[in-house]
């Protein structure tokens, strides 16, 4: 029913609402305190071993309250070959996930957190060669989906991780 006061029909303010509702939403899930998501992100913890038919080995260490550190590397034969070495570093304002590259190679990837939303954490630098998008998706205390990506979200390399001891 439209009048001059509220010139909307019925559909347009259940979409008003609707689209209302999701952009409090978003403002309230991304403005999570750094702090806390740090918190969260400790979860990473330990070690950890992939389920799929590549099998992929992380290890990740708290060092202090702003540093966890971590590793992922895929046993080859008798060879272990180290993949990737991480950090994800709490700053005041924000959380980054950096990719220590070896030393031939350029420096180091720093990605922003981005988003987050239910246990999953989306960081991304759009700058960055490859990967340019990082999810840390926490299904539970000891499973969690590690994905790496380019900015559409193709080319995308997903590992699901199990809590593992050795």
Do not use: H
Not at 16 to 31: A, D, P, Q
């Amino acid at each position: 029913m439209n009048n001059k006061y509220f010139p909307f029909n019925s559909m347009q303010r259940l979409f008003l609402n609707l689209t209302s509702l999701v952009f409090i939403l978003s403002f309230l899930v991304c403005s999570t305190p750094p702090k806390k998501v740090f918190e969260t992100l400790k979860q990473l913890e330990g070690n950890w071993k992939s389920t799929g038919s590549v099998i992929v080995y992380e290890s990740w260490a708290v060092e202090n309250d702003s540093l966890l550190t971590g590793y992922q590397f895929s046993n080859r034969g008798e060879n272990q070959l180290v993949l990737e070495r991480y950090r994800i570093e709490r700053k005041k304002d924000s959380i980054l996930f950096v990719i220590l590259r070896p030393e031939k190679a350029v420096g180091e990837d720093k990605f922003p957190l981005v988003k987050t939303w239910f246990g999953t954490f989306t960081f991304e630098n759009p700058n960055a060669a490859y990967p340019n998008r990082i999810l840390i998706d926490f299904e539970n205390d000891s499973t969690f989906v590690f994905r790496k990506e380019n900015i559409r979200g193709k080319k995308s390399i997903e590992f699901e991780m199990k809590k593992w001891k050795e």
